[in-house]
């Protein structure tokens, strides 16, 4: 039965200041509330884990934009920021037959096995960026752990996975930051939008003259094998997805998971006291617990719906709140807002879910398991070097965590190899 109260209506703070304090009001209001984000753009939003769950597996909500009736009407500008995390031409953005046409060329050469490979490279950046970071110490003895070990890492990994030029390495950071940034103005958008066109069409003509052994290379290679073929523009913004969640995510957990830990000293304690297997743990539950992905966009009902008695019309957007669902007491019991690496039940839906689920778990996962343990072996002493309420939080309505992570290294543990 239709619910005949209107649902609450929340204006998203595009600061995220207060992630996880404005998730729990979001979950006290009710499983369905009315989002206003910046722009006065309205969508859903689902704080219910098991409804959010079943919502992403559901044949009749789909995540193509075309179907937005909002964007159909007029009513959402054509330079919104936010339509750069919506409006594209990729998998994530198309369902059914296209869905599948857009992500096999990415499925056939963004393989486990491809991944897998990567793990001696990773392993040589990480020991290089930790021997490295006491020369960014400043005169007061702190190093922001962020801005100098956990987002180069995997910037650098998923560039050179993907065949980007390494000039292009710091402009490829600054234009992801538009996109992620709630202050985006309209003119920083539509001039992203255009820079990055020209980047990737440079990038395609480099690698058609001379292919290298990368992921844009390989990908151009399938594509059309099978008679699908990709245009340009849907190469581009593959590739460009690919980028953007595939150092953004990484970057946040690198961070979550050690601001976590240092602020945790009971967890650290038991990671250090475990076995190598723990760091997994710790993994998940930052994921869980801290995911970098607070709200995704967005999905379409392709007819209207009902969800916990709201009805949802065909067309109309619907947010998905990781940071609510990811700890909800309904899923996770009445310490779900607790840090706990021991938790008997660790999943969660930081990387989405149904036929849209992300495609680089398993990456995200090895640059985790391997950027943590050897941070707090080479550093045993790493600490904090300011309160945790002093931190800043992303300005996202989508990323989150801090803008910094200023650390004390303490004396390193040399290795062999020094």
């Known amino acids: 039965m239709t619910a005949t109260t209107p649902p609450p209506l929340v204006h998203i703070d595009p ?18 509330v009315r989002a206003v984000l910046p722009g006065d753009v309205e969508m859903w939003m689902v704080t219910d884990y098991a409804l959010l769950a079943d919502l992403a597996a ?38 059914g037959l296209e869905h599948r046409r857009l992500r096999k060329p990415l499925t056939r050469t963004f393989t486990r096995a491809r991944v897998e490979r990567q793990r001696p490279r990773i392993e040589e950046i990480v020991t290089g960026m930790l021997a490295d970071l006491p020369r960014h110490t400043g005169p007061d003895g702190v190093v922001d752990l962020r801005l100098h070990y956990a987002y180069p890492f995997p910037m650098q990994v998923i560039c050179e996975l993907i065949g980007v030029p390494q000039a292009w390495w710091p402009r490829f950071r600054e234009l992801i930051n538009t996109v992620i940034r709630a202050d985006t103005t309209a003119e920083e958008y539509l001039s992203t939008q255009q820079e990055r066109h020209e980047r990737w069409q440079e990038l395609f003509a480099m690698k058609r003259a001379a292919p290298a052994d990368d992921l844009t290379s390989a990908m151009m290679a399938v594509n059309g094998e099978d008679g699908d073929t990709l245009t340009d523009d849907e190469l581009e913004d593959t590739l460009w997805m690919l980028i953007g969640a595939g150092h953004e995510t990484s970057i946040s957990l690198i961070v979550n998971a050690t601001r976590a830990l240092l602020t945790h000293p009971d967890q650290l304690a038991l990671v250090r006291g475990g076995d190598a297997g723990t760091w997994s743990r710790v993994i998940e539950e930052t994921l869980r617990w801290d995911a970098p992905v607070g709200n995704f966009p967005a999905r379409f009902p392709t007819e209207d719906i009902e969800v916990a008695g709201v009805r949802i019309a065909e067309g109309e957007a619907i947010l998905a709140p990781w940071s609510a669902v990811n700890r909800d007491p309904a899923r996770y019991g009445q310490d779900a807002d607790r840090f706990d690496i021991t938790r008997s039940d660790q999943r969660h839906l930081a990387f989405g879910g149904g036929p849209h689920v992300c495609i680089g778990p398993a990456l995200a996962r090895m640059e985790a398991a391997v950027a943590l343990p050897a941070l707090f072996e080479r550093y045993p002493d790493l600490a904090l070097a300011v309160d945790p309420a002093e931190l800043t939080a992303v300005p996202s309505i989508f990323s989150n965590s801090v803008t910094s992570l200023p650390v004390r290294l303490g004396e390193p543990r040399l290795s062999t190899a020094d």
């Open 58 to 95: 559901d044949p009749r909500v789909g995540r193509d934009w075309r179907n937005w009736g909002a964007l159909r009407r007029g009513e959402v500008p054509e330079d919104w920021p936010l339509l750069s995390m919506i409006r594209l031409n990729n998998a994530m953005a198309r369902d």
């Open 15 to 32: 600061s995220g200041a207060d992630r996880h304090g404005e998730a729990a009001r979001l979950r006290e209001l009710g499983p369905v």
